[in-house]
């Protein structure tokens, strides 16, 4: 059987694959890429062949124009191709909308590369599918103790406490674009919120994205609009970029009440750098407990961890008779709208 380190190793473009020549999620243009998600620090434009869920391509396409690789090749969740002897499997990662781990297998051996990942329920996308494998290549920008994050649900019950007991005030939530602001609104309508919820314009097209793959809404409303008054937002839920929380273009609200969805949260001190009144922690990443609850579900013989924490869980990996080592990849931003 094969060394492992044969069939996957770190490379300046990011991990590659010398028996089946591609790269996974490489972070410059390469000949050959199988892409785990849309977000811009994994799916970057200018390669030659890209293989991702459907999803994940019409999110490149959204983002970087329909020319923005050489040619690509979509992948249903669980089939299967060949690249050069290699077996390429994508499945559920439960990160966003078409997030997929990729599962490589070669002459007996399984790597599967975790891409970004969650264990929380998500309305917005498939659960992360658990795989057996040798080697598990996981992601750790949650990995250190203190990140503990509570239910989703409950966070958007605060936000909704929140806007009862100042019906004066406009919610201004930050959130990301792709994945974050999608999942909050989901959330919120089930959590029985059937007003119109006002987008910052740079929300719009990934929301009719999301629509057009089934992820329903409900009443969105653009939060620029012309001659509106500051009384007119009085009350409401506005969804925006993290950065235009902090931007002149807040000031267009009624007593703009900031709040902030990110696991980063936890950490007060961040949310009181941000001037963040109602700091939400939702994160679209694996907690603590989720990234060694995984490992031990998995089971696997060794654990590469390509960026985050690396230090806290090599050293629960040890702990726990785990074979571990840091890739210490570059190019992936643990970003605080993203996370």
């Known amino acids: 059987m094969p060394k492992p380190e044969s069939i996957l190793c770190p490379m300046p473009a990011g ?15 390469v000949a050959r890429a199988v892409i785990t998600h849309g977000h811009s620090d994994h799916a970057r434009a200018g390669h030659g062949a890209v293989v991702a869920t459907t999803e994940t391509l019409a999110i490149m396409a959204a983002r970087y124009g329909a020319d923005f690789a050489g040619q690509s090749e979509a992948l249903r969740y ?31 051996m399984t790597l599967v590369v975790s891409g970004d990942y969650k264990r929380r329920r998500d309305p917005t996308c498939p659960p992360f599918e658990p795989v057996a494998c040798d080697v598990f290549v996981t992601e750790a920008t949650f990995g250190i103790p ?8 409950d ?8 806007v009862a007991q100042f019906p004066e005030r406009t ?8 994945g974050k602001a999608q999942r909050i609104i989901r959330l919120l309508r089930e959590a029985g919120y059937d007003s119109p919820i006002y987008v ?14 089934g992820i329903e809404l409900g009443p969105l409303e653009p939060a620029t609009v012309e001659k509106a008054k500051k009384s007119d937002f009085a009350g409401a839920i506005v969804i925006a970029p993290p950065s235009a929380i902090d931007d002149r273009w807040s000031r267009r609200f009624a007593d703009p009440l900031p709040a902030f969805a990110s696991g980063w949260m936890r950490v007060r001190a961040r949310a009181r750098q941000r001037q963040v009144e109602l700091p939400l922690v939702i994160s679209d990443h694996a907690d603590w407990n989720e990234l060694t609850g995984t490992i031990s579900e998995i089971g696997p013989g060794e654990v590469w961890i390509t960026h985050g924490g690396e230090e806290a869980l090599l050293r629960w990996s040890e702990l726990n008779g785990v074979a571990a080592r840091a890739l210490s990849l570059v190019g992936y931003d643990d970003d605080e709208g993203e996370s």
Request: glycine share 10%.
């Open 15 to 29: 991990l590659y694959c010398p028996p089946g020549d591609f790269y996974i999620d490489p972070v410059r243009p």
């Open 78 to 108: 669980g089939q299967t191709i060949d690249r050069d002897g290699v077996d390429i499997t994508l499945v559920p990662a439960g990160h966003v909308l078409g997030s997929a781990q990729a599962v490589v297998r070669h002459k007996g």
């Open 146 to 153: 203190v990140f503990n994050f509570p239910d989703a649900a």
């Open 155 to 162: 966070e958007i019950a605060r936000l909704l406490k929140s």
């Open 171 to 178: 919610h201004l939530v930050g959130a990301y674009a792709l």
């Open 200 to 213: 910052h314009g740079a929300m719009q097209g990934m929301n009719a994205l999301y629509e057009r793959f």
